[in-house]
């Protein structure tokens, strides 16, 4: 882990003697950072990699030939083989990746786990966050913005990170969900058994905060008026069942839960979702509208 007290530098991975690409980011044994439910990856069977954000990287990587592609991951717990890094790096494109958070108790706690995996690691009041200006290619923002006060704030700056013809990944709760509802809702005990129970080797449970922007409606919206494009949007559905008996039984009381939710509120907080995707581009036409 390298600090460089607010300048980012671009880094490139060393080959390795057989003239192949190292493949920090993706090997299971040296990659300690969380997968998609927040588990701490260690095991190399599972895929690697999640087709809805790897596929654009690879297609962004391809048209950016001849260079290196630097990433920007904002949040801590992030599942960082889902962008399928690994893969690029094995057939010998340079990626390097910067780990962003904010600067508190619990996110320096998991960064005291996770950084080996980054090329470098920035902490600090994301509203002010030394992003340089058009640096990097990609902003990978996951499971931070429902954590976080001055959502809007916090996106204009990682927005203005981004290269024209960028791409801005989000992966955060759905605020107008049951599984967010009951998020808020649940005493700090509770939330906090949950959080145990389903990320056992991570420190939590994170601040519930989830403001009006943190969902569907308010991530179009920011599109729309900062002039960006949403080329691809997801739902994912809530509490997927997990392969150990006491995640699974878990799994099912969080979806009658928010069954239960969802029927009380006459649909107003859904349960059919509770994570939404999204690959959202930053426009290149230098005459368009530019965060």
Not at 219 to 235: D, E, F, H, T
Request: aromatic share 8%.
């Amino acid at each position: 882990m390298r600090h460089h007290n607010g300048l980012l530098i671009d880094y490139h991975l060393p080959m390795t003697t057989a003239g192949g690409p190292s493949g920090k980011h993706d090997n299971p044994r040296d990659w300690n950072a969380t997968d998609d439910q927040g588990y701490f990856y260690r095991d190399p069977r599972r895929e690697p990699s999640n087709p809805f954000f790897a596929q654009p990287l690879h297609d962004y990587v391809l048209r950016e030939l001849g260079r290196p592609i630097s990433v920007l991951q904002a949040g801590c717990l992030g599942p960082l083989r889902e962008l399928g890094i690994g893969n690029l790096e094995e057939g010998g494109f340079q990626v390097s990746v910067t780990l962003l958070d904010d600067d508190t108790p619990l996110a320096r706690q998991v960064l005291a786990d996770v950084a080996s995996a980054y090329d470098d690691v920035l902490t600090g009041d994301l509203r002010t966050a030394p992003i340089p200006q058009r640096a990097f290619d990609v902003v990978y923002c996951t499971r931070l913005l429902e954590r976080v006060r001055h959502v809007e704030v916090v996106l204009d700056r990682l927005v203005a990170g981004l290269r024209p013809g960028g791409l801005l990944m989000i992966r955060m709760s759905d605020r107008a969900t049951a599984a967010a509802l009951l998020d808020r809702w649940l005493p700090t005990r509770a939330r906090r058994a949950v959080w145990q129970s389903l990320h056992p080797d991570v420190p939590g449970p994170f601040p519930a905060v989830y403001e009006k922007s943190v969902s569907e409606r308010g991530i179009y919206s920011y599109a729309l008026l900062r002039g960006l494009v949403i080329a691809q949007r997801a739902a994912k559905p809530t509490a997927e069942p997990r392969a150990q008996a006491n995640e699974t039984r878990l799994s099912s009381s969080v979806r009658t839960a928010c069954g239960i939710i969802s029927w009380v509120t006459r649909g107003r907080f859904g349960a059919d979702h509770d994570e939404l995707l999204y690959v959202i581009r930053k426009p290149q036409d230098r005459f368009a509208r530019v965060v």
